[in-house]
């Protein structure tokens, strides 16, 4: 099922469940005008093409004690596929790093990490990240403030 194929009632259903994983079937249905038994097999199929992945809690950063969000741009010392697969290898054992994006510009990846404070992401980048042998350079963005963070996306 691409974009294409879906109707106004998938993307209703999508909207809302981006916005609210934990809404019953019964006020799904009520939301896009549908009964139950047909907005849960639109839901179930949503799921089954991948369109939907997973369910997610979102936590609050601070009460949970993660106080500092950076974005790291990381160059690797070679374009080679070993050493961009070696990278990739690496950084996805450290829990920190949310996100890894392969990026054009100044660098040739992009990092968000989380970390509970300035101390404990410094000794993450002196002791893991700058010590992945295929990192030439890396340049951090600390986040101060953020004003919009969406986690529900924008759907054509």
């Given at each position: 099922?691409?974009?294409?194929?879906l109707d106004q009632?998938?993307?209703?259903?999508?909207?809302?469940?981006?916005?609210?994983?934990?809404?019953?079937?019964?006020?799904?249905?009520?939301?896009?005008?549908?009964?139950?038994?047909?907005?849960?097999?639109?839901?179930?199929?949503?799921?089954?093409?991948?369109?939907?992945?997973?369910?997610?809690?979102?936590?609050?950063?601070?009460?949970?004690?993660?106080?500092?969000?950076?974005?790291?741009?990381?160059?690797?010392?070679?374009?080679?596929?070993?050493?961009?697969?070696?990278?990739?290898?690496?950084?996805?054992?450290?829990?920190?790093?949310?996100?890894?994006?392969?990026?054009?510009?100044?660098?040739?990846?992009?990092?968000?990490?989380?970390?509970?404070?300035?101390?404990?992401?410094?000794?993450?980048?002196?002791?893991?990240?700058?010590?992945?042998?295929?990192?030439?350079?890396?340049?951090?963005?600390?986040?101060?403030?953020?004003?919009?963070?969406?986690?529900v996306l924008p759907?054509?």
């Amino acid at each position: 099922m691409s974009t294409n194929k879906l109707d106004q009632i998938d993307h209703q259903l999508l909207e809302i469940l981006q916005s609210n994983a934990k809404i019953t079937n019964a006020q799904l249905s009520k939301e896009v005008g549908l009964s139950p038994a047909p907005t849960l097999e639109r839901v179930k199929k949503l799921e089954a093409t991948g369109i939907i992945q997973s369910y997610h809690a979102q936590l609050d950063r601070d009460k949970v004690g993660l106080g500092v969000t950076t974005f790291v741009t990381v160059t690797l010392t070679g374009h080679k596929k070993q050493v961009t697969e070696s990278f990739v290898r690496q950084i996805n054992q450290i829990p920190e790093v949310i996100e890894c994006h392969h990026v054009t510009g100044a660098g040739d990846f992009m990092l968000k990490i989380i970390s509970k404070d300035i101390s404990t992401y410094q000794k993450l980048m002196l002791e893991k990240i700058n010590e992945i042998e295929e990192v030439s350079a890396t340049s951090t963005m600390v986040i101060l403030s953020t004003f919009k963070e969406s986690k529900v996306l924008p759907i054509p």
